[in-house]
């Protein structure tokens, strides 16, 4: 799922030096908000398209 895929990012992202800090902290975040089915602010929401489009120039494809 997307929760899943913005965690694993959030690590490879960390280990080869993708993304901005603050980028791979709320991938993360957002992970743990989907994980506890907390709501997402619209803000949350509209970042973690943003990094799951900069992931996916990066190489990776989304399953849904």
Same mark, same amino acid.
């Given at each position: 799922? @997307?929760? &899943? #895929?913005? /965690? =694993? =990012?959030?690590?490879?992202?960390? %280990? *080869? *030096?993708?993304?901005? @800090?603050?980028?791979?902290? #709320?991938?993360?975040? $957002?992970?743990? =908000?989907? /994980?506890? @089915?907390?709501? #997402? @602010? $619209?803000?949350?929401? %509209?970042?973690?398209? $943003?990094?799951?489009? &900069?992931?996916?120039? #990066?190489?990776?494809?989304? *399953?849904?």
């Amino acid at each position: 799922t @997307s929760k &899943e #895929l913005l /965690k =694993y =990012y959030q690590g490879w992202a960390k %280990k *080869n *030096n993708h993304l901005k @800090s603050w980028q791979r902290k #709320l991938a993360f975040a $957002i992970g743990r =908000y989907n /994980k506890n @089915s907390w709501p #997402l @602010s $619209i803000r949350q929401a %509209k970042q973690g398209e $943003i990094i799951l489009n &900069e992931v996916e120039k #990066l190489g990776f494809k989304r *399953n849904w």
